[in-house]
């Protein structure tokens, strides 16, 4: 079972624990609490009957799963419990084994993840007491970008802030590591070489992979840097937080919310966080706001190409990477200067490789499954661990 907790969600999915990990089912509790109601769907998207909410806490959501995935599946047990970590600090290179002293080490990162850390290890707790039984594995989004030189790591603050933990840990590496396993797969000389792999959705991210090992994200300290995002600000000049604090008089709280959640393309539209709307809609707003996203990602491919000393493909991810034809022409079109482009037809389908046949740059979309890194991560270490 993988299991990705949020604050008022709970995400999961089952894999037979075999050698080819066969996806049996997906599952979705959202609005934990007096409105929280499980929704299962079997790997074709069909839905599966469910028990009935309400489902109040991370613990009953996952009762009442079990209970549900067993009317399909009467012999099932769960063998092994994944979890989707965000924050794994300096020490966690790799998956591991959750024990309490395990536990322990990871709340420490709360301060550097507070809407998110804490409900991870929230999960983790509903789990143990759920599948007592079940070795449970901590996978982690911060592991995969552990490879980054000092100068992409650091900020330009005292050196004591550095050794306090103050740095670019980077995030969404669960994706970068299925997706560049992928391309390594698909294309090996790519993959060698100079890539950008662009995780865009909801949250939005890039990667530069060098040999397949990451040397630049363009998420930072927290999940807030870089790109703009469905509601989050991305790169912002922390002048304007000192301003929001001292002259606007915003608590922390209030800034936060802002920063996190009234941003992005929600922000600057008016409209909506969803790429979808903001592509049918007419109005100007919208249009600035899929303008700054993309003018945003060519920035930071640019800086990205500079960081690899050139590139030699650019992967598209995320639920926008992989459906938006259109931010993706808008991302590559304009820079043919650095051997970018697509071809109409190819874009337009989606699927493989985009750029035309000899182009300098191979551009590329592979759907990424953070799901399935979690499951193979969890089977290998339990095995190892007996
Ligand atoms: P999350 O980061 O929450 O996992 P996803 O990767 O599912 O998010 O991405 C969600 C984003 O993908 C939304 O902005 C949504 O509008 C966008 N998206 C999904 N399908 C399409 C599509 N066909 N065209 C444009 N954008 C799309």
Redesign the pocket.
Known sequence: MVLNAGSSSLKFAIYGADAALAPLATGLVDRIGPEGRLHLQSPDGAALPTAPGPLSTHGEALETALESLRRAWPALSVAAVGHRVVHGGLAFEAPVRVTAAILEDLRAFIPFAPLHQPHNLAGIEAAMLAFPEAPQVACFDTAFHRSHPFVNDTFALPRAYFDKGVRRYGFHGLSYEYVSGELARRAPDLAAGRVVIAHL???ASMCALKGGASVASTMGFSALDGLPM?TRCGQLDPGVVLYLLTEEGLSSEEASDLLYRQSG?LGLSGIS?????L?ASKAPEARDAIDYFTFRIRRELGAMAAALGGLDALVFC???GE??AR?REEVCAPMGWLGLGVDPAANASGAGILSAPGAPVTVMVIPTNEERVIARATRDTARAAG
Not at 273 to 277: A, L
């Open positions: 959705g909801n949250g469905g393309l966080n969803d790429m979808r709307e592509e995320g639920g926008i459906n938006s931010v």
